[in-house]
């Protein structure tokens, strides 16, 4: 593996990391009415809905790799957070919230499949 991809992801996750740090302290903070750890959601389909939006940019037009990578595998994929939202929804399974829990779980995988789909969508 080239130095550059390593750099490119790392910065990208560097970024990543600490955006999604931010993103799901703001949201957490700032949405209390909703018992559901929308923080996880939020960067999950935000997250998402930008890989759907580099997708199919790439599928029209030319970017260098480096720069894929960097946003794509380093960025959106330190951005995303898949072991949270199964750690949180592993807490909620065991403190007995069924409902709460298969909401998250709902919310999470269609919310964030749909969200790659309409990202994609935005270039045809």
Do not use: C, D
């Amino acid at each position: 593996m080239k130095i550059e991809t390593i750099l490119a992801v790392g910065f990208g996750g560097f970024f990543g990391a600490n955006l999604r740090l931010y993103l799901n302290g703001l949201v957490n903070n700032s949405v209390t009415f909703f018992s559901l750890p929308l923080g996880t959601l939020a960067v999950n389909l935000i997250g998402s809905f930008f890989i759907g939006v580099l997708f199919g940019y790439i599928q029209n037009y030319q970017i260098p790799i480096y720069i894929k990578t960097f946003l794509i595998t380093g960025f959106l994929g330190a951005l995303t957070t898949f072991s949270t939202f199964a750690y949180e929804s592993l807490l909620l399974l065991e403190g007995g919230e069924f409902g709460r829990a298969f909401a998250n779980i709902g919310l999470n995988l269609i919310g964030t499949i749909l969200m790659a789909y309409f990202g994609t969508r935005l270039w045809h």
